[in-house]
């Protein structure tokens, strides 16, 4: 059987140490170098030298060499006291870090991992308690697991990716390191297949796009994390808002608007301040000298909303729909354009319904997430995690088995009577209760996890929400979270790459552009502008004195969606020249017959 790709990958981390030292001096300090999701990484030390950019394809094909030699790797144990004198010796001033950390955990031996191949690295030869492995190529403080012989690794499914600073134990305070990044897959196709993928989204770049086509700026003096829509940006933000409300008014949801700011006390209670205390901003202030915080997300309002009305059973389930900012202090070497910010605008909506009405509500909502992914072409190769609990430790969640088995059934059995294409991820559920993250793959490949319905056994009960039931009895209501695009913001962005910056013509700032071939064709062109105006259509008019050439080359520049150009013929006629920039298809129509075909591109949301 072939090994898990982590194992791979991991192996390559202390390939890529051993071939590191061989380029870069034998004083390189090693720090960790763990397997990620599209390859690893090694944070290393290397003192008063600087790892230049050029020395990578070096690393690289000496990593070859030492895949194509066929090492061994080979576990052995060292007593701490040993681990601790044989780093030390070495200078692995990290390594002996780690050790004292294991040691403090009442490790009692300290696991290494030896590469034997042809050379037999001289360092090694005076430790006796080495034994066997004083003759080894390279040794590395480690747990394993690894391949067997590096010859199992493809030589062409790898390669070193690019370098980042990080600090030691992720601490600013600690002293920076090199972090050497390596992509690794199961062969060559794969690792071509990303690095392609990876290269389409570099120039689908949304925070380029975003600026170019002037959706979005994020300014110095407002602070990163915090961008900022502009007009272009807000036709798209827009535009969908009033979607997702469409698609919500028809399936009885109440609107609600909740203040961005409450007191602690609100965040005692939901529990919130006790969990999240370090990502909330606070707000102390005004005169009565409160302290405030803004607010990390919309639940504890809706739920107060509801505890001020005295429902009964025939008035769940009861739906609240908000799209709402939130604010959340990520740090700011993780910000980034709209996908990682600090003001996160939820679709948010929070549904109060019994334990029997979960599986439609949740049915309900699963409507809602497809049609709105159908008509952005996001469909195509999704999956749902059915996030449920781990069954090894029930202690870990809260609420009692009866209801979770509930729950999880009908999450399961919405699933399914939707069909649903979703896998159960046993441990993967909240504390407070299980629920299903949709992953979507947007036009390159690239996988976001987007809407998410939760089922809540916690708040309801923090707050004591009740309605009275059949027998005149308080009931707790179950509360179901759900966001359909997750974060306007970070959807905003997502979309910008998935389109490369062309929407389909719902959404598009501008849908039409006017050339008049030259000045002679002017009132023509103007009248043609105001029909579309009239229209409703988002329609600009050239009337620069740049060429023909020059004036299209703009308008695709700027991504408008249809160019019209009007001269002689379309002004006699009274038609005009029609090309659509995304398909390039060209036509001549009748200006009444092009706004009712565009009108209904428009209202179909055509892709
Ligand atoms: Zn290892
Ligand atoms: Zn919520």
Known sequence: MSLPISTKRHSLSHIMAQATRMVM?????????????????YDIDFGDKTLEESKLKEIEKKMKSIVREGQEFKPFTLSVADARDFLTTLGEVYKVEMVNDLEAKWEVVIGFYANIGKFQNPVYKDFAYLGEFSTSTFIDMCQGPHVNNTNEIPEDSFKIDKLAG??????????QLTRIYGLAFENAEELAAYTNMM?????????????????????????????????????????????????????????????????????????????????????????????FFLKPMNCPHHMQIFADNQFSYRDMPVRYFE?????????????????????????????????????????????????????????????VSLSIRDPLTPE???????????AESALEEAAIANG????????????????????????????????????????PNRFKLSFRNEQ?????????????????????????????????????????????????????????????????????????????GKKIRNAETEHANYILVVGAEEMANRTVAVRNFKTKWQSTEGIAEFVARIQEEIQSKAL
């Open 396 to 406: 870990k969640y809260l609420g009692g088995d009866d209801v979770w088995k509930i």
């Open 323 to 383: 799209p709402a900012t939130v604010y959340r202090d990520e740090k700011t070497g993780q910000l980034s354009g709209l996908t990682r910010v600090r003001s996160i605008t939820q679709d948010d909506g929070h549904l109060f319904c019994r334990i029997s009405q979960i599986k439609d509500e949740v049915s309900t909502i699963v409507d809602i997430i497809k049609e709105f992914y159908t008509t952005f072409g996001l469909m195509d190769g999704y999956w």
């Open 25 to 41: 001096g034998a004083d390189a300090k090693l720090a960790i170098g763990p397997d990620i999701d599209t390859g690893w990484y």
């Open 472 to 548: 005149n009895e308080e009931e707790q209501p179950v509360v179901i979270h759900r966001a359909i695009s997750g974060s306007l913001e970070r959807f905003m962005g997502i979309i910008i790459e998935h389109f490369s910056g062309t929407f389909p013509l719902w959404l598009a700032p501008e849908q039409v552009r006017i050339i008049p071939i030259g000045e002679t064709f002017f009132p023509y062109a103007e009248e043609v502008f105001s029909e579309l105006k009239k229209s409703g259509l988002r329609v600009k008019f050239d009337d620069s004195t740049d060429s023909l």
């Open 199 to 291: 290269e389409e989204a570099k120039k689908r770049d949304h925070r380029i796009l975003g600026k170019k086509l002037k959706l979005f700026t994020v300014s110095d003096m407002v602070g990163s994390g915090l961008p900022l829509i502009q007009p272009n940006g807000m036709i798209i933000r827009e535009a969908i808002k009033d979607y997702l409300w469409d698609l919500h008014k028809g399936k009885w949801y109440d609107r609600v608007c909740t203040p961005h700011l409450a007191k602690e006390e609100l965040y005692q209670t939901s529990g919130h301040a006790g969990k999240y205390l370090e990502d909330m901003f606070s707000v102390y202030g005004g005169t009565s000298k409160e302290n």
């Open 420 to 459: 649903l294409n979703y896998k159960p991820m046993p441990g993967e559920a909240a504390f407070y209760g299980p629920k299903l993250d949709f992953m979507f793959k947007d036009a390159i490949g690239r996988e976001w996890q987007l809407a998410t319905i939760q089922c809540d056994f916690n708040q």
């Open 166 to 175: 990080a600090y030691w134990r992720g601490d600013a305070k600690n002293k």
